[in-house]
């Protein structure tokens, strides 16, 4: 009796793997099929006659299986399988390979991902500004990760930030209290809040949620909310306070190839578009400032058409553009800044802060807690062990649908934080059995609804 293997889907002429295969397959995820072959797939489980195996045959023992040889997805992470070397595990991940030393992909893929550190332009140092009243700006969240980055800027380096909070619904009491603290403990930060009519937020969760059965909008609509002002301000740079992991989630989640995070450094690559923007009489472009306008299009106008038929489409970002649009009057402003920006070259540089190498080495969760407390009046969200996504109280309901979706094979999309935990252990971010306490205790991994799902779901049927 023959199978097909588990993970593998048929999707009209394709079959569709659904997991993180070894290398060197791990992007190789659709096979195309022949007439022949989608006719015996579609006839699955049987037994194969000689001549049938034939056709099969560049299928066999890979994507079609004897029946004693088809995989087991886990139902709970107890009877999941571990890599050797990090957290990650075939239920979180379901459809994870493993090679014959038990490693994970992520693993095995040590030496490729060393260097891939941003796919926006790194920098760690700022000089003060002469056009701005600010050095740089920062979208802050009252999370973990957002106040080291603001602590780094206003108290190591003594720039004048400008910090900007878009203030979410379901903003967690501690992160609320954070962000107060921060106000009195940072002197040279001048602290922006924005609040969107809740009419107007009702309309973009729903249909957010109608997409990707999650309602998180995290940062694009800040960056909605916040461009205008940034522009206004002629603030030179806006740092992101992304942590590493975060960043190279993007690489296994099939969202930016390697070339992306080698961009900001092409030399040729920035003197082609500069070229073109002198050429139709625009001012040429620093560092960083290609990435801004690139997020803010999308943003304002929709994905880019040539980076979808390459086949990096971020499925998180696409379906928030498309619930903003419930809204369109929102992205007016936006729409102008753009414009208005692009013309004079007042573009704030998209950058980002390595975060292990300002912490001498690694970005230890642990350690920066100590001194964001210290420092910022930082205050820990009640699940104490806690070091994904700090500042939001319905972080799970993400993480559950993303699994979900994944599990059930209803997304190509690999659960985000399952890819970031499992990063960060590898990495010592966080040693494995914080990260193992925070998938068991404070994560969405299960096949049960978590209770903050339906206070996620009140918010936008009211």
């Known amino acids: 009796m023959f199978e097909l293997q588990s993970r593998w889907k048929l999707e009209g002429n394709f079959l569709k793997y659904y ?193 990707s059965q999650n309602t998180c909008a995290c940062p694009s609509l800040a960056y909605v909310l916040f461009y205008p002002e940034l522009v206004a301000n002629k603030v030179p740079y806006f740092v992101a306070g992304n942590e590493p992991a975060q960043m190279i989630g993007l690489y296994f989640n099939h969202m930016a190839p390697q070339i992306a995070y080698t961009f900001p450094e092409n030399k040729m690559l920035n003197l082609l578009i500069n070229a073109g923007r002198v050429l139709t009489l625009h001012p040429p472009l620093r560092k960083g400032q290609f990435q801004t306008l690139a997020t803010m299009k999308q943003l304002a106008y929709g994905d880019n058409k040539l980076k979808n038929m390459a086949g990096y489409q971020n499925q998180l970002v696409s379906n928030v553009c498309r619930a903003i649009r419930e809204v369109p009057q929102i992205l007016q402003p936006l729409k102008r800044a753009i414009r208005r920006s692009s013309w004079t070259g007042n573009i704030p540089a998209f950058v980002q802060v390595d975060f292990d190498e300002i912490c001498g080495g690694v970005y230890d969760w642990n350690k920066i807690k100590d001194t964001i407390v210290s420092q910022c009046g930082w205050v820990s969200p009640e699940q104490c062990n806690k070091a994904l996504h700090t500042s939001c109280k319905i972080e799970k309901c993400k993480e559950h649908s993303q699994f979900i979706r994944f599990y059930n094979m209803e997304s190509t999309m690999i659960p985000f934080s399952a890819l970031e935990i499992a990063i960060a252990s590898r990495s010592n971010n966080l040693s494995r059995s914080d990260a193992l306490a925070e998938l068991n205790t404070s994560l969405g991994f299960s096949l049960d609804e978590p209770e903050e799902c339906e206070i996620m779901r009140e918010y936008f049927k009211k």
């Open 19 to 211: 997991g993180l295969r070894n290398l060197p397959n791990m992007f190789k995820n659709t096979v195309r099929l022949s007439t022949k072959q989608r006719v015996l797939i579609e006839k699955l489980p049987c037994h194969l006659t000689d001549t049938e195996r034939s056709i099969l045959k560049n299928l066999l023992g890979v994507q079609v299986v004897e029946s004693k040889h088809k995989r087991s997805v886990p139902q709970r992470l107890e009877d999941a399988t571990f890599c050797t070397s990090c957290v990650a595990n075939d239920f979180i991940i379901p459809g994870l390979e493993f090679d014959q030393d038990g490693k994970c992909p992520i693993c095995q893929s040590a030496s490729t991902i060393k260097n891939l550190k941003s796919i926006v332009p790194v920098k760690n140092s700022f000089p003060h500004s002469k056009k701005s009243r600010f050095d740089v700006a920062v979208f802050y969240t009252g999370g973990k990760d957002s106040t080291y980055l603001l602590y780094y800027l206003a108290k190591v380096l003594g720039l004048r930030v400008l910090a900007l909070t878009w203030e979410i619904p379901y903003m967690s009491s501690s992160a609320k209290q954070s962000i107060e603290n921060a106000k009195n403990k940072l002197q040279s930060v001048e602290f922006i809040s924005r609040r969107v009519a809740n009419n107007d937020l009702q309309k973009i969760y729903a249909k957010l949620y109608e997409l």
